[in-house]
């Protein structure tokens, strides 16, 4: 168990919806990053926020947002959702400052299906 | 444009024997170096990680080489056992806290 916790595990849609998933990370990691895991394209970077500040972006569509409360949990909307967007969305948090590492500990995923 | 690649998508070893895994990368600034391991419905789990001062790192049965004049690093699990069957990422990063860059991953069988 890695300490960062993803909600909901499954989740199944239609096409134009729009959902949120949620994440809480490891107590006392500021940092929390999202990515997505498709067949084809391997785990992608989405973004990361940094104590409620978007921190870096990566190839997050514009239809998607996401952001970091006070209490540090994440959420990450995913709106006009179309059959690809089906895939896993993990999150992941780190320390930021104090592990030179740098590691990232990931939840166990919300896997999205769109119909 | 892959800047991370893990070229073998699968390996098979044999329980008690070494697994090798493999990983190249093109970026140049990537300093921070990262294996995780992962279940089938579950996230990936951080295995072992190396940043580019160093030419290896070594944590039980695992050991990362790190050989940046070839852009290649590998993971080294001695001796393989059968729970080690999972898919491995290596993943890179610039700067300790930046996103990480990841290979598409190698699936590794480990036969009792």
């Known amino acids: 168990d890695s300490g960062v916790t993803q909600t909901p595990k499954h989740l199944i849609t239609a096409t134009g919806q729009r959902v949120t998933l949620r994440c809480s990370p490891r107590?006392?990691?500021?940092?929390v990053y999202w990515y997505q895991q498709s067949l084809d394209q391997g785990l992608q970077f989405l973004i990361q926020?940094?104590?409620?500040?978007?921190?870096a972006k990566g190839n997050i569509l514009e239809r998607f947002s996401a952001q970091q409360f006070p209490d540090l949990h994440s959420e990450l909307n995913l709106s006009s959702l179309e059959l690809g967007d089906s895939a896993l969305y993990f999150c992941a948090s780190s320390v930021q400052t104090g592990d030179p590492s740098g590691t990232q500990y990931f939840g166990p995923g919300t896997r999205l299906t769109v119909l | 444009d892959q800047q991370v690649k893990q070229n073998s998508p699968s390996l098979s070893v044999q329980e008690g024997r070494i697994s090798i895994l493999n990983c190249d990368y093109t970026?140049?600034?990537?300093?921070?170096f990262l294996w995780y391991k992962k279940y089938p419905a579950e996230g990936p789990t951080f295995l072992i990680s190396i940043s580019s001062i160093k030419d290896k790192n070594e944590d039980g049965r695992f050991t990362v080489f790190l050989n940046k004049s070839a852009k290649h690093l590998s993971l080294h699990i001695v001796p393989s056992q059968p729970g080690d069957s999972a898919v491995y990422f290596c993943?890179?990063?610039?700067?300790?806290?930046?996103?990480?860059?990841f290979g598409g991953g190698t699936r590794l069988m480990v036969k009792p």
């Open positions: 107590s006392g990691d500021l940092s």
């Open positions: 970026n140049s600034m990537f300093d921070y």
């Open positions: 993943a890179a990063s610039p700067n300790a806290g930046n996103m990480l860059t």
């Open positions: 926020y940094y104590n409620g500040e978007e921190r």
